[in-house]
């Protein structure tokens, strides 16, 4: 066991006191895990839009003092009472959504939305006793999708976390914690294109683009970039995009633009934005008789989907997935094999990089378009 296992961690955490306002790192105080749960040391993490949504708290419930982060890689420093299969040293990817193995959606094939353990945007605190592991002088921060990973040391349940590979390098594959898997996994083990489809992503930013490489490992022959950002469609090229359409530069909706590209609309879409309309266009723009399209996005509280419903009855599948459908335990750490092994790059999507201490910049690119993952250095 490690010394500090069983007491109390000072450490460093960049807590958001207020949405909107710049993270302030501070020194905290993190209980031990109790039964069922994890302490791990986080060595690196990213950012991911989902930390940017409910930082701002425009479309999302505020929740503060709290601290974010939920892409990340580190090292499992102690474990509480019933943990077996985790022990301190393990290399691990801390995940937003969980993996009981116990529940009816655990034991499906098909589901990964763990009854206990499944994501959960608006808790604070940990699931056994609803109490949160970090406080400053007493008072309590609260968690972030049960991951936190803005803070050198954190508690999660052990389901939460995937065992992985020690010869991964973690600076690289901690992005498959939520980005990576969710883009990739949404085209490979949900939208299936067959071979010589065309698929739409809308949304080129990390998520996006790995849902292209999705599409390109499916053996897809067009890939259709939709996104606002100019600036994405250059990057793109690198991800296997091989067209792309700005909506601002159409008079008519992205979706009729589409079809007419298309002979009357995609074989799959994934929409990776978080913009209901542009949820609703990647939903329209699907062939009918067999187009599916496949939400990713996460939208704002108060978002509705509208659309006519002889949209549906022309024979188009519109479907939704956290997580890309992994399962975060069970899954998770073949999806890190692929990149030992060379069949999946990671690096492309890292474009920035930031010590700990000057984690702010990372929310300053991403809100101005400018990165797709920057990578958080904690011991910065
Ligand atoms: P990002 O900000 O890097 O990329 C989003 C891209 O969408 C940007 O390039 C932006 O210009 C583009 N965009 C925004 N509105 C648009 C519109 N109306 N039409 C076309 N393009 C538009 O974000 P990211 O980190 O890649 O995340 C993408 C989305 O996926 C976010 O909504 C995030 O919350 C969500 N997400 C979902 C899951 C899940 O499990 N379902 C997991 C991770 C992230
Ligand atoms: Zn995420």
Redesign the pocket.
Same mark, same amino acid.
């Given at each position: 066991m490690s010394s500090t296992a069983g007491q109390v961690i000072k450490c460093r955490a960049a807590v958001s006191w207020e949405a909107g306002k710049p993270l302030v790192i501070e020194e905290v105080e993190v209980a031990p895990p109790k039964a069922m749960e994890v302490r791990l040391k986080i060595l690196y993490t990213s950012l991911?839009?989902?930390d940017v949504?409910f930082w701002e708290a425009k479309g999302q419930t505020p929740v503060f003092p709290r601290i974010f982060g939920h892409e990340a890689g580190g090292i499992v420093e102690s474990v509480g009472e019933g943990v077996t299969d985790l022990a301190p040293g393990d290399h691990v990817l801390p995940i937003f959504t969980g993996e009981c193995r116990e529940c009816a959606h655990c034991k499906s094939e098909d589901s990964n939305m763990c009854d206990l353990l499944r994501i959960n945007t608006d808790r604070g605190v940990m699931i056994s006793d609803g109490q949160s592991r970090f406080s400053i002088n007493g008072k309590p921060i609260y968690h972030f999708l049960g991951t936190s990973t803005f803070s050198e040391y954190t508690v999660l349940h052990v389901g939460c976390v995937a065992k992985i590979n020690p010869a991964a390098p973690l600076d690289k594959v901690c992005v498959i914690s939520?980005?990576i898997s969710?883009g990739y996994g949404a085209t490979v083990n949900v939208a299936r294109p067959p071979k010589g489809s065309t698929v739409a992503v !809308? @949304?080129?930013?990390?998520?996006?683009l790995a849902a292209a490489e999705g599409a390109r490992a499916s053996g897809a022959s067009r890939i259709i970039g939709?996104?606002?950002?100019p600036k994405?469609f250059e990057e793109a090229k690198k991800f296997g995009v091989t067209e792309f359409v700005n909506?601002a530069d159409h008079k008519k909706p992205v979706q009729e633009v589409l079809a007419e590209m298309t002979n009357g609309g995609v074989d799959r879409s994934v929409e990776?934005?978080?913009?209901i309309?542009?949820m609703i266009s990647a939903f329209e723009c699907v062939h009918d008789g067999w187009g599916v399209a496949v939400l990713?996005?996460?939208p704002h509280k108060d978002a509705e989907f509208k659309t006519h419903p002889v949209n549906f009855l022309n024979e188009r599948t519109l479907k939704g997935?956290? !997580? @890309?459908n992994y399962k975060p335990r069970t899954d998770i750490p073949g999806v890190v094999e692929k990149y030992m092994n060379k069949e999946l790059e990671l690096d492309k999507f890292i474009t920035h990089s930031v010590p700990f201490s000057e984690i702010n910049k990372a929310f300053d690119l991403?809100l101005k378009?400018e990165s797709?993952r920057c990578i958080i250095r904690m011991d910065g």
């Open positions: 991911c839009h989902t949504y939520c980005g969710t !809308f @949304g080129l930013g990390a998520v996006g939709v996104d606002l950002n994405r909506p990776c934005t978080g913009n309309n542009a990713v996005g996460v997935t956290f !997580f @890309g991403m378009g797709l």
